[in-house]
Antibody
Framework: EVQVVESGGGLVQPGGSLRLSCEASGFTFNNHWMDWVRQAPGKGLEWVANINQDGSQTYYVDSVKGRFTISRDNAKSSLFLQMNSLRAEDTALYFC???????WGQGTMVTVSS | DIQMTQSPSSLSASVGDRVTITCRASQGMRSELLWFQQRPGKAPQRLIYDASTLQSGVASRFSGSGSGTDFTLTISSLQPEDSATYYCLQYNRYPRTFGQGTKVEI
């Protein structure tokens, strides 16, 4: 079965850091771009970042540039999102997706609050 | 950034109705547009890619059209399971940008 499963979310204070992980299975991970998309509670979807097959190209939405870093480990079929200097407005459900899907994971919730 | 404007923001329709959702881009692009369906509490599901190509496994009542700045998602005969929020996304340029969503109620 082709799937991705996110983990690593949680409650963090403003200014803190969190690292999200996404484990892929059922497809050749290193053949695909991978994306992170987020959704704040009750709001629409926002594209966050993506990375190419070998990790040499990365792109970000302006609001996270310089704070978030997307990376991957092809040997482990895993995608990561290192999030630093977190703000309240980063509170959202974070989805991992293969080239904007399918598949999409069920998401991991990040809450930034004191 | 390319701004994507969806309309309407919400609609109510009956089973069997034909429903059309539009997405307008702030600048011209070719056909680099996706349509997604998101049911409550679920992850988004891609319905259409390249503006008009139906994703494998998606019901044939869904169709997409358009190029340039104006794009359309059509549901030819609305079904109860189509109650969801629909989003467009452009992948012509970075950053990728979503429309604000259209909530379809039945």
């Amino acid at each position: 079965e082709v799937q991705v499963v996110e983990s690593g979310g949680g409650l963090v204070q403003p200014g803190g850091s969190l690292r999200l992980s996404c484990e892929a299975s059922g497809f050749t991970f290193n053949n695909h771009w991978m994306d992170w998309v987020r959704q704040a509670p009750g709001k629409g979807l926002e594209w966050v970042a993506n990375i190419n097959q070998d990790g040499s190209q990365t792109y970000y939405v302006d609001s996270v540039k310089g704070r978030f870093t997307i990376s991957r480990d092809n040997a482990k079929s895993s995608l990561f999102l290192q999030m630093n200097s977190l703000r309240a407005e980063d509170t959202a459900l974070y989805f991992c997706t293969r080239e904007l899907g399918p598949p999409w994971g069920q998401g991991t919730m990040v809450t930034v609050s004191s | 950034d390319i701004q994507m404007t969806q309309s309407p923001s919400s609609l109510s329709a009956s089973v069997g109705d034909r429903v059309t959702i539009t997405c307008r881009a702030s600048q011209g692009m070719r056909s680099e547009l996706l349509w997604f369906q998101q049911r409550p509490g679920k992850a988004p599901q891609r319905l259409i890619y390249d503006a008009s190509t139906l994703q494998s496994g998606v019901a044939s009542r869904f169709s997409g059209s358009g190029s340039g700045t104006d794009f359309t998602l059509t549901i030819s005969s609305l079904q109860p399971e189509d109650s969801a929020t629909y989003y467009c996304l452009q992948y012509n340029r970075y950053p990728r940008t979503f429309g604000q969503g259209t909530k379809v109620e039945i």
